[in-house]
């Protein structure tokens, strides 16, 4: 399949807002005899030839000029005016994630050219993925360009070990990129190094000289990720003609000549509505060790602290708890004294490693879950959400021509791809309950339409096994692998990975194509922004590093159809936000991702200026702020003498002390438990909401943008872990302060389906029958109360 490429009115006010603010400058070309180096570096001998080079003419007008220009860019976009040129040359353009930011920067590549003759680009990225993402833009708008502007960009990616290409980007007189991830020239690494070195095949030459006597127009993609100091200073060695910084997310902001944020593009159904299934699985055992480590927190103040997850024991039940702990740290403390934490101490926390060690030798690395039988259960939930979500959109979609895909994110490649000795492929966990669900639900759903259906003819023409697939790095063997991580970061910088992504992008949205279902590694995320992913799902541990928005981004582009066109407002007779709805499969509470997704939203979107007129001012009330002062005032009564007095009789110590009849006690007790101890089972609720429209950045602020559309619960049943060992009587002595006689003729009378759920939840019973016993003791009482002073 081709995709084909539209002129959109709001890509082309992008694109002017940049090429605008240099009306006024002459569209002449400068050459430069190119610096051909030395044969023979020893001996100082010249090529004998010369080679004319290309760069970009100097900007001509005035500073004041200039900024002048941006300013009537800035007042046409309703801009906040800048009080001065800030940077040199430096703009900024923010555009929301899927609106085509890669796409409207190579445009202004040959709308410069044409205005200006300025024909040499360079593209700054943070990381492999996305440096891939943009050399597949260029290959796939070639045509496109061609028919606009009669003519073709050359491009390619820098290597420090294909240094020729360099030559060949000064000498063309035409449009010519090098795409450069940071990395390349700001890392301390020996590749990295080499773009400041004289180096013999490259004829005795620092490439970064070449480079700067072209002087470049610099784009940088995602400056948020690029811009550290020691990025910045290194970019000043390119010597650009100007620079102009792309995102929707920016931390620094110079001279912003356009905006389309995040409320802009989805009130414009620019991207995709988003609808969020979110899924909260109530209770635990609080027997199975469950621990979470969700990173290291290091700092030159103190020691590394850990941010573990465990379970704690509280008066309501077991609960989880993330909190901080450090070296020496006893887990049994700290949780209440549950059974299954004795012997976790923290022995070590290792910042370097990002892994935390107990004194039983258990070992945990970020992003390790250990003992949660809740969490298989909960993925079994999410994956069956998925299938469920894509079948019903997929029904919809199928007669108009558009590919559905689902994207699953996994944080290790074995729970969906295993090996047996002879390297013959087996299925992972995940693939597993994938295949059982998809089985399950497809009869289910075949069950609805007749023989004739096409839609049930396309369905039952496709094998389980091939309608799902997965896209990792691979070994020497061909076999699938995780990815390599740098130490404390999220994304890898596998590049084979990515161009097997990239690769199949276009095939994958065919209907002919039978995959369907997609399982990448987390780290692989950035490399995927294919327009036909209707669901994403994350078969992780929520975790607080990964933003929402991240999330979000990697399905937001509007889908295109069998054809290649983009399902946007210019095709008739649709409504863009009924087709194109991204559902987003989380692995947390529907109210925990909504919120934060929200706030992270309102922290992008820009302050918009309002006409403070009197209508702005109509049924708005003004409120004193000094009434919400308290004055706090003592009573005078306290200090007379008499109320000192019964005071002092008052305040003191006292024993209470009761008595009871213990065989009305044991048998009231009994009663009791028999008819109301229950324990908690494992129970999910699966409730879904749809952002509609984003109105304001306050309404984001207040987690009110989302519409709560549909709750479901279910049940499940699950017996307690075997690991944990319980002195049942002494932990009811503990809870209730009776005898252990008492404690034994109570549980011995129980009726055995009663003394059954202690097996279920062990630490549920406990707590529940102690609450009840307490009851009756007081309930009890046949003497009267006894109270003495000491």
């Known amino acids: 399949m081709k995709l084909k490429f539209k002129i959109q009115q709001f890509q082309t006010d992008a694109v002017n807002a940049v090429v605008d603010c240099f009306i006024g400058q002459p569209n002449e070309r400068s050459r430069f005899t190119l610096d051909r180096g030395y044969i023979d570096s020893g001996l100082q001998i010249a090529i004998p030839y010369e080679v004319t080079g290309f760069r970009n003419r100097p900007i001509e007008l005035t500073p004041a000029e200039v900024f002048d220009n941006i300013k009537k860019v800035q007042a046409r976009n309703g801009l906040k005016i800048s009080p001065k040129l800030e940077g040199q040359y430096n703009l900024t353009v923010e555009m929301e994630t899927g609106t085509g930011k890669t796409y409207v920067y190579i445009k202004t590549m040959f709308e410069l050219f044409e205005r200006y003759g300025w024909g040499k680009y360079i593209v700054v990225v943070p990381s492999i993925a996305i440096r891939e993402g943009v050399k597949k833009s260029f290959e796939i708008t070639e045509d496109h360009f061609m028919e606009q502007y009669g003519r073709k960009a050359r491009y390619f990616i820098y ?10 980007f000064a000498g063309d007189p035409g449009i010519n990129v090098m795409i450069i991830n940071a990395q390349a020239f700001n890392a301390r690494g020996k590749d990295a190094r080499r773009i400041y070195m004289e180096l013999d095949e490259f004829q005795s030459r620092m490439p970064i000289d070449v480079i700067a006597q072209t002087n470049p127009i610099l784009i940088i993609d995602e400056p948020q990720s690029v811009e550290g100091k ?13 620079t102009v910084h792309y995102s929707a997310t920016h931390r620094q902001e110079y001279n912003k000549v356009y905006r389309l944020d995040a409320l802009d593009a989805y009130n414009k159904k620019l991207v995709k509505k988003i609808n969020v299934k979110g899924i909260t699985v109530k209770g635990t055992t609080g027997t199975e060790g469950y621990l979470y480590l969700e990173g290291i927190d290091v700092s030159r103040k103190h ?7 465990f379970e704690k024991k509280t008066r309501s039940g077991i609960r989880r708890e993330l909190r901080r702990v450090s070296v020496n740290d006893n887990l049994y403390d700290l949780s209440g004294y549950l059974e299954q934490y004795k012997g976790y101490t923290v022995s070590e926390i290792n910042g370097a490693k990002n892994t935390i060690e107990f004194t039983n030798g258990v070992s945990l690395s970020a992003g390790d879950v250990q003992g949660d039988v809740n969490e298989l259960t909960l993925r079994r939930i999410q994956i069956r959400e998925t299938i469920k979500s894509h079948l019903e959109k997929e ?24 090996y047996d000795e002879s390297g013959n492929k087996l299925n992972g966990e995940y693939a597993q309950i994938f295949e059982e669900e998809y089985r399950m639900l497809v009869e289910e759903y075949l069950r609805k339409y007749d023989d004739e259906d096409r839609y049930a003819n396309y369905l039952r023409q496709i094998d389980v096994e091939k309608t799902h697939n997965g896209y990792f790095a691979v070994d020497k063997q061909g076999r699938m692998t995780n990815p390599k991580v740098k130490a404390r970061e999220t994304d890898s910088e596998d590049e084979d990975a990515y161009n097997l992504i990239m690769k199949d992008k276009e095939r994958l949205l065919s209907l002919s194509e039978p995959t369907r279902f997609i399982f990448s590694h987390s780290a ?7 327009p036909n992913v209707f669901q994403i799902c994350t078969l992780k541990h929520s975790d607080s590093t990964i933003k929402k928005r991240q999330e979000v981004g990697r399905g937001l582009r509007l889908c295109v159809n069998q054809d290649g066109e983009r399902i946007d407002e210019s095709v008739p007779g649709i409504d863009v936000h009924d087709v194109n709805v991204l559902s987003v499969i989380a692995s947390e509470s529907y109210e925990a991702f909504a919120r934060d997704l929200q706030r992270e939203i309102a922290e992008t979107l820009s302050d918009r200026s309002c006409k403070a007129d009197i209508q702005f001012f109509l049924d708005k009330v003004l409120t004193n702020e000094r009434s919400k002062n308290v004055g706090l005032k003592v009573n005078d009564s306290f200090y007379k003498e008499g109320f000192q007095k019964l005071w002092k009789k008052v305040n003191v110590r ?13 048998g009231r007790c009994i009663k009791a438990l028999d008819t109301r101890l229950k324990v ?3 129970s999910y609720q699966i409730k879904t909401g749809v952002l509609e429209t984003i109105s304001s950045k306050e309404q984001l602020e207040k987690g009110k943008g989302f519409v709560v559309k549909e709750s479901e619960t279910g049940n499940g049943h699950m017996e307690a872990a075997a690991g944990a060992r319980y002195d049942l009587v002494g932990k009811l002595v503990g809870e209730t302060g009776l005898t252990r006689r008492t404690i034994v003729k109570i549980l011995t009378g129980i009726k055995p389906e009663t003394f059954a759920l202690f097996k279920r939840n062990p630490e549920g019973f406990i707590l529940k029958a102690g609450r009840i016993i307490n009851e009756k003791k007081a309930t009890t009482i046949i003497d009267k109360d006894h109270f003495s002073s000491y």
């Open 159 to 168: 290597n420090s070990r294909q240094l020729h290409k360099i030559d060949r």
């Open 230 to 242: 020691k990025t910045v200073e290194a970019l000043k060695l390119f010597k650009p003609l100007f």
């Open 303 to 309: 020691y590394p602290f850990a941010r573990l997850e």
């Open 395 to 418: 029904r919809d979609l199928f007669y108009r021509g558009i590919k559905v895909l689902s994207l699953f994110f996994i944080d290790e490649v074995a729970k969906y791809r295993q």
């Open 524 to 530: 692989l995320k950035e490399g995927w922004d294919n």
């Open 654 to 666: 006292t024993a209470y002390t009761v008595k009871f009849d213990t065989e009305e006690l044991v």
């Open 680 to 682: 908690t089972d494992i």
